[in-house]
Structure formats: structure tokens, C-alpha cells
């Protein structure tokens, strides 16, 4: 088990291979299909007002019931990835295939995906702090910033590999 605590560097990310099983603790971000858009629009008009270089995001919503992965290949969420990762985001959290054409992105920006088991209790039971950060208009699905300790996952694509 390899434990990451955010913000991730590139060298944090060299010597993971697809198939490893990971944890992440400290800062991550959650969104899916009402919020990631939206963050795409702010990055392009320079309007985030946190850095998301070395960040983690999970393809979810936030509610005090909890969190558990959304299908990431939506739409949505997919078309996002490609900016979000070259902006800084260096692993995206989530259930489902990506493309092929996705995995290319994540490749050249040095991110990856990482699957998640869809089990809220256990995700819930590692979120230290939860802060509405973004979109507090979209309800559970705005962005929340969490403090977490040790969210488990499966790097599902890296280095062009996918599982």
C-alpha cells in the first residue's frame, strides 16, 4: 500500500503503476456533472480561487448521508479531465472506463486515475472536515474541499496503462 498526502508532486506519482493500491490523506476536492464544468469555465476565465496544482478530486456529491464515487466516463465529468489535469490536478477519483483519448491526457499531464470502492460508509469515515468551497447554489453537488485520512483506491490509469 502506497500512502499519498496531497499536494502531489510528479515524483510522487514516478514509481506508481497501474493495478497498486494507494491511499490518499489531506486536501481533497469533490465534484461531478453540476460543478466540473463550472470549475472548467473558472479555470479558462482565471477565476479559481484555490490552487489546484498537486490536488486531488473525487467524481462525487457531498451530503451529510456522505460520499461515494459517481461514474466518471459521464459527459460531464469526462470532458473535464483534459484541463482539469493540465491545470494541476494531478488524480482524479472515481468509478468507471475512461477513454482512451482520456487515459492520453491524464499521460501527458503526469495524472492519474484512481478507483474507488463505492462504499459510503467507509469514504465518510474518513472525512476529518468537509468546507463548501464552489457552487454552493448546485447543493450536494457543490465543491467541497475535505480533509481526509487515507481514502482508499486502485490506480486505475497511469503512464497511458489502464486497468
Known sequence: MINLTTPISDADLDNLNVGQQIT?????????DAALPQLVELIENNEVPFDLKGSAIMHTAFSDAGIAPTTSNKEEIESTIPCLSKNGVKIHIGKGMLSDETAKHLDENNSIFVITPPVAALLTSKVLKKECVLFEHEGMEA???LNVDR???????HKGEKI
Open 151 to 157: 481514502i482508499p483506491g486502485i490506480v486505475a490509469i
Open 24 to 32: 490518499i490523506s489531506g486536501t481533497i476536492y469533490t465534484g461531478r
Open 143 to 145: 465543491m467541497f474541499r
